[in-house]
């Protein structure tokens, strides 16, 4: 069955091998619903007027049909089955990937994407695969319930926390036409890029942003051509400042880490905004901070690197013990940092 690689009507674009598949049973549901629907609907309708109350009418049994109650009862019976029986072959074949599928790690927290391409690399709120490449996405939770849904890929499978689970997709090309002009000169080559969301509520944000709560726990897959792929895993694009270059300073970086790394769903940055469910960053810098354990610590350098690395150590007084331990590299720690330390002096 050929991809339909634009939206329709009712349907995003098909973009990955399940998707055809997944449309055609979807589409044969619909329509055997609206044909019960109508059938029904319009048989109440049929049977109000016929056998409305008239005078001078007394009304009698209808009496029964006896093979017309049959075929009603069982008829709908084999529908169902059909149903039954087409969803759970599409469920087998999406539960068991390919030996030689590609294998990505995803872990999950509020209200980030973290991902581990296979070679170690990692990426935040983004991954790169490969087209026509069987993908398989071994996925965790850090804190609560979340679900990874990908609508063009036709995929969704609940993270549980404490326990592992799996999906898995492949990506089909998009038409020639819908492909990006710069797509042969751009250095990431993406070929397109499809939306990742949560689609089970994982908690309310106490701010509006990307990644800043459950309904903007977003995350973009990248599609590239393989050779791109492998070539992103050998010599990865730079990352860290806000336009993907490397020409900026440690805050520079920092501000884009907060962002990537979801900072902002439980640290307010902006001075005078909402108290969140983590302290505040303007003026806290080389200040006193009382903790849950009655000690003070002043709040530098030291502290913040602590309070990332293990942040159940130094609990601020009057928060709870909620934030998850974020993977850093060393330069991402100094940047992150220096982004912190600017704050203070709002």
Same mark, same amino acid.
């Given at each position: 069955?050929? +991809?339909?690689?634009? &939206?329709?009507?009712?349907?995003?674009?098909?973009?990955?091998?399940?998707?055809?598949?997944?449309?055609?049973?979807?589409?044969?549901?619909?329509?055997?619903?609206?044909?019960?629907?109508?059938?029904?609907?319009? =048989?109440?309708?049929?049977?109000?007027?016929?056998?409305?109350?008239?005078?001078?009418?007394?009304?009698? &049994?209808?009496?029964?049909?006896?093979?017309?109650?049959?075929?009603?009862?069982?008829?709908?019976?084999?529908?169902?089955?059909?149903?039954?029986?087409?969803?759970?072959?599409?469920?087998?074949?999406?539960?068991?990937?390919?030996?030689?599928?590609?294998? !990505?790690?995803?872990?999950?927290?509020?209200? $980030?994407?973290?991902? %581990?391409?296979? +070679?170690?690399?990692?990426?935040?709120?983004?991954?790169?695969?490969?087209?026509?490449?069987?993908?398989?996405?071994? *996925?965790? =939770?850090?804190?609560?319930?979340?679900?990874?849904?990908? &609508?063009?890929?036709?995929?969704?499978?609940?993270?549980?926390?404490?326990?592992?689970?799996?999906?898995?997709?492949?990506?089909? %090309?998009?038409?020639? @036409?819908?492909? &990006?002009?710069?797509?042969?000169?751009?250095?990431?080559?993406?070929?397109?890029?499809?939306?990742?969301?949560?689609?089970?509520?994982?908690?309310? @944000?106490?701010?509006?942003?990307?990644?800043?709560?459950?309904?903007?726990?977003?995350?973009?897959?990248?599609?590239?051509?393989?050779?791109?792929?492998?070539?992103?895993? =050998?010599?990865?694009?730079? !990352?860290?400042?806000?336009?993907?270059?490397? %020409?900026?300073?440690?805050?520079?970086?920092?501000?884009?880490?907060?962002? $990537?790394?979801?900072?902002?769903?439980?640290?307010?940055?902006? $001075?005078?905004?909402?108290?969140?469910?983590?302290?505040?960053?303007?003026?806290?810098?080389?200040?006193?901070?009382?903790?849950?354990? @009655?000690?003070?610590?002043?709040?530098?350098?030291?502290?913040?690197?602590?309070?990332?690395?293990?942040?159940?150590?130094?609990?601020?007084?009057?928060?709870?013990?909620? *934030?998850?331990?974020?993977?850093?590299?060393?330069?991402?720690?100094?940047?992150?940092?220096?982004?912190?330390? =600017?704050?203070?002096?709002?």
């Amino acid at each position: 069955m050929e +991809n339909q690689t634009e &939206p329709s009507l009712q349907l995003p674009a098909q973009l990955s091998t399940f998707a055809p598949d997944v449309d055609w049973l979807f589409q044969f549901i619909f329509w055997v619903s609206v044909v019960f629907f109508v059938g029904i609907v319009g =048989s109440t309708l049929y049977f109000l007027v016929k056998y409305r109350r008239r005078p001078g009418v007394k009304a009698e &049994p209808t009496g029964h049909h006896n093979a017309l109650e049959l075929f009603w009862t069982f008829s709908p019976l084999v529908i169902l089955f059909l149903m039954f029986y087409w969803g759970w072959a599409g469920f087998m074949q999406m539960a068991e990937a390919p030996d030689d599928a590609v294998i !990505i790690r995803v872990r999950a927290r509020q209200w $980030a994407w973290g991902f %581990e391409q296979p +070679n170690g690399l990692t990426e935040d709120n983004e991954v790169h695969v490969p087209v026509g490449v069987p993908v398989r996405l071994v *996925m965790s =939770s850090t804190d609560v319930l979340h679900s990874f849904y990908v &609508p063009d890929f036709r995929v969704k499978r609940d993270v549980v926390p404490g326990m592992f689970t799996s999906l898995w997709f492949q990506a089909v %090309e998009r038409d020639p @036409g819908s492909v &990006p002009d710069d797509a042969e000169t751009d250095p990431n080559r993406i070929l397109y890029t499809s939306q990742v969301y949560c689609a089970e509520y994982c908690g309310a @944000g106490g701010a509006w942003g990307p990644n800043n709560g459950h309904a903007t726990m977003y995350a973009l897959v990248h599609v590239q051509r393989e050779q791109d792929y492998r070539a992103f895993l =050998s010599t990865p694009r730079p !990352i860290g400042c806000p336009d993907g270059g490397t %020409e900026c300073t440690d805050e520079q970086h920092g501000e884009f880490l907060f962002g $990537a790394k979801g900072c902002g769903a439980c640290h307010q940055r902006q $001075a005078g905004g909402p108290q969140l469910a983590g302290p505040s960053f303007p003026g806290l810098y080389g200040t006193q901070q009382a903790l849950a354990d @009655g000690s003070s610590v002043t709040v530098d350098d030291d502290f913040i690197r602590q309070s990332i690395l293990d942040p159940r150590s130094q609990v601020a007084q009057g928060f709870s013990p909620v *934030m998850p331990q974020i993977p850093l590299t060393q330069p991402e720690m100094n940047a992150l940092i220096a982004y912190i330390r =600017s704050l203070g002096n709002q």
